[in-house]
């Protein structure tokens, strides 16, 4: 059974940092397999959109991504069952609700991975940027 839980949502002001983690544990990953894990965030009215990923080859890292909206401000990484973004110089364009994903397959043939790819989603965490 694949678990993901979230945790670091909030109300941040615009300029502001958050840190966003993600604890996913199971049976798709650790070592020699092949998997993805990402972050995706869905403000209302809007369709659910990648902010970050990382797809693992054998267990290890082997591409990363970032969205263009977050390029440059964000930074993902991952230690051991948690996955953290780091979002900085945060806009209120950045609210909406953040979930981590994941998919026991490496996604190579991919470009930038979807929300369809994903086959194991968390509960999710509300970000708010506001002043």
């Known amino acids: ?76 990484s991952r230690d051991k069952s948690t996955l953290d973004l780091q979002m900085n110089t945060l806009k209120p364009e950045d609210t909406a609700v953040y979930y981590c994903a994941a998919a026991g397959r490496a996604l190579l043939h991919r470009s930038r991975v979807t929300a369809s790819d994903m086959e194991f989603w968390g509960q999710g965490t509300q970000v708010t940027v506001s002043s």
Not at 15 to 37: E, H, M, N, R
Not at 42 to 54: D, F, N, T, Y
């Open 1 to 76: 059974q694949v678990n993901i839980v979230e945790s670091g949502g909030g109300l941040v002001h615009p300029g502001g940092s958050l840190s966003l983690s993600c604890k996913a544990s199971g049976p798709i990953f650790g070592t020699y397999k092949d998997y993805t894990v990402a972050w995706f965030r869905q403000a209302p009215g809007k369709e659910r959109e990648l902010v970050a990923s990382i797809r693992f080859k054998t267990g290890r890292p082997y591409y990363e991504d970032l969205a263009d909206s977050v390029k440059g401000r964000s930074a993902i």
